[in-house]
């Protein structure tokens, strides 16, 4: 048995159903396009307390032209007139967006299935009785395992991405709980392989990597997939394949525990670094641990850390578009705390861009740091911060957001 996971692309909607066969589950999740219809729906309700009829009646004219048949069509019906009665309901009662976002979303995964399901025939399994939740960043994986094995067959699909609360709520399961779905599911039914069809020619057009280096592939912001999907496989020594739907020739890339022999090299572009810096940091127990719950606490993502050994200086890579909350919150952190007496510390950041180099390759070879900033050194390229990981996978390289092509480039 396979699993699959698909994006469900209108243009290649036969192509998906043709590989839900009796050998295969399939996970489903929208396209980007159908997704912002329903945001912007919910958006109109929500913030402007409208009507969104007409968003409505675009998505419904998107999921008509998927397929023709009558019951297919009253099935896409009857979800569509729940969510817009659920919107209508929403414009007046006071319920958390994210809940209300949700909610919408999880029936746009379930109106993605049903239009597979009519073209191939399969029948259907809603994601959200089977991703048993703890919060939208931890699943239970007893539980979720459990149902999994009491509700999953062979030739059946799945709409993905969604789960749901012990509370009963439905709740979007991490970045892409579409591949995680389809990743635990292969785990734990002890699938043949598992295969993910993404937008692009897999991973950066390597033919292999370790989950390991699948991992730190992941990291990146535009990744195809998230790190986490690549876990519950690695965990049951599945092996991931990343195809590409628009291209059934290419091979993909095969992600195992057989070590690739080889290094990769990803950027990061659009961050800021921000560097926390003074004498007021010294010696003080708590400071790093402070600093990084009050960045969680703001909802910022940390993609870079580095601390010098002086304990003088913390710094760290966000999104360029989360710097001015980063700095606020840090700031805040140590206005308001009449305990930390630090006036003496100072806040700066820099538009910065961040180049990974990562491989099994790199394992227990020495000189690959000397080789990598040489070759910087050489290029006139200034390193602004640098970091290596102690399982010898990865080096990533900081520098200002003007260099990260050029520096990209040179390490490939």
């Given at each position: 048995?396979?699993?699959?996971s698909?994006?469900?692309k209108?243009?290649?909607i036969?192509?998906?159903a043709?590989?839900c066969?009796?050998n295969?589950i399939?996970?489903?999740?929208?396209?980007?396009?159908?997704?912002?219809?329903?945001?912007?729906?919910i958006?109109?309700?929500?913030?402007?307390?409208?009507?969104?009829?007409?968003?409505?009646d675009?998505v419904?004219e998107?999921?008509?032209?998927?397929?023709?048949?009558p019951?297919?069509?009253?099935?896409?019906?009857?979800?569509?007139?729940?969510?817009?009665?659920?919107?209508?309901?929403?414009m007046?009662?006071?319920?958390?967006?994210?809940?209300i976002?949700?909610?919408?979303?999880?029936?746009?995964?379930r109106?993605?299935?049903?239009?597979?399901?009519?073209?191939?025939?399969?029948?259907?399994?809603?994601?959200?009785?089977?991703?048993?939740?703890?919060?939208?960043?931890?699943f239970d994986?007893?539980?979720?395992?459990?149902?999994?094995?009491?509700?999953?067959?062979?030739?059946?699909?799945?709409?993905?991405?969604?789960?749901?609360?012990?509370?009963?709520?439905?709740?979007?399961?991490?970045?892409?709980?579409a591949?995680?779905?389809?990743?635990?599911?292969?785990a734990?039914?002890?699938?043949?392989?598992?295969?993910?069809?993404?937008?692009?020619?897999?991973m950066?057009?390597?033919t292999?990597m370790?989950?390991?280096?699948?991992?730190?592939?992941?990291?990146?912001e535009h990744?195809?997939?998230?790190?986490?999907?690549?876990?519950?496989?690695?965990?049951?020594?599945?092996?991931?394949?990343?195809?590409?739907?628009?291209?059934?020739?290419?091979?993909?890339?095969?992600?195992?525990g057989?070590?690739?022999?080889?290094?990769?090299?990803?950027?990061?572009?659009?961050?800021?670094?921000?560097?926390?810096?003074g004498?007021?940091?010294?010696?003080?127990?708590?400071?790093s641990?402070?600093?990084?719950?009050?960045?969680?606490?703001?909802?910022?993502?940390?993609?870079?850390?580095?601390q010098?050994?002086?304990?003088?200086?913390?710094?760290?890579?966000?999104k360029?578009?989360?710097?001015?909350?980063?700095?606020?919150?840090?700031q805040?952190?140590?206005?308001?705390?009449?305990l930390?007496?630090?006036?003496?510390?100072?806040?700066?950041n820099?538009?910065?861009?961040?180049?990974?180099?990562?491989?099994?390759?790199?394992?227990?070879?020495?000189?690959t740091?000397?080789a990598?900033?040489?070759?910087?050194g050489?290029?006139?390229?200034?390193?602004?911060?640098?970091?290596?990981?102690?399982?010898?996978l990865?080096?990533?390289?900081?520098?200002?957001?003007?260099?990260?092509?050029k520096?990209a480039?040179?390490?490939?």
């Amino acid at each position: 048995m396979i699993v699959r996971s698909f994006y469900l692309k209108k243009n290649y909607i036969s192509e998906i159903a043709a590989l839900c066969d009796g050998n295969s589950i399939a996970v489903i999740r929208p396209e980007h396009a159908i997704e912002d219809l329903f945001s912007e729906a919910i958006g109109i309700t929500i913030d402007r307390k409208k009507s969104a009829q007409h968003q409505i009646d675009a998505v419904r004219e998107y999921f008509y032209s998927l397929d023709s048949s009558p019951a297919y069509r009253e099935k896409a019906a009857a979800i569509l007139d729940t969510v817009a009665g659920y919107l209508r309901e929403a414009m007046y009662v006071q319920t958390e967006r994210r809940a209300i976002e949700d909610y919408v979303m999880a029936k746009c995964s379930r109106l993605c299935a049903e239009a597979v399901a009519a073209k191939a025939g399969g029948s259907i399994v809603d994601g959200t009785e089977l991703m048993i939740c703890r919060s939208s960043q931890h699943f239970d994986w007893a539980q979720s395992q459990a149902q999994i094995r009491l509700r999953c067959t062979p030739g059946q699909i799945i709409s993905g991405g969604y789960g749901r609360l012990t509370t009963g709520y439905v709740v979007r399961v991490g970045k892409d709980g579409a591949h995680l779905m389809a990743s635990l599911i292969g785990a734990t039914l002890d699938a043949e392989s598992i295969e993910f069809y993404v937008d692009g020619k897999g991973m950066g057009q390597e033919t292999s990597m370790t989950y390991d280096e699948a991992a730190h592939y992941c990291s990146q912001e535009h990744a195809p997939f998230a790190s986490s999907a690549v876990w519950p496989a690695k965990n049951a020594g599945i092996p991931i394949v990343v195809k590409d739907i628009s291209d059934p020739s290419f091979q993909g890339t095969l992600i195992s525990g057989e070590s690739s022999h080889g290094t990769a090299v990803i950027a990061d572009k659009d961050l800021d670094l921000i560097t926390v810096y003074g004498t007021g940091l010294l010696g003080r127990v708590g400071m790093s641990g402070a600093i990084f719950s009050t960045l969680a606490s703001a909802g910022v993502n940390v993609r870079f850390i580095a601390q010098t050994s002086s304990e003088y200086s913390i710094s760290f890579a966000v999104k360029s578009s989360e710097k001015d909350c980063a700095v606020n919150a840090v700031q805040g952190l140590f206005k308001d705390n009449p305990l930390l007496p630090l006036d003496d510390v100072i806040v700066a950041n820099q538009k910065v861009g961040i180049v990974t180099v990562f491989g099994s390759r790199m394992r227990n070879l020495p000189g690959t740091s000397a080789a990598l900033f040489g070759k910087m050194g050489e290029a006139g390229i200034n390193i602004i911060a640098s970091a290596q990981g102690g399982e010898e996978l990865s080096i990533s390289i900081v520098v200002d957001s003007a260099d990260v092509d050029k520096a990209a480039a040179l390490l490939q």
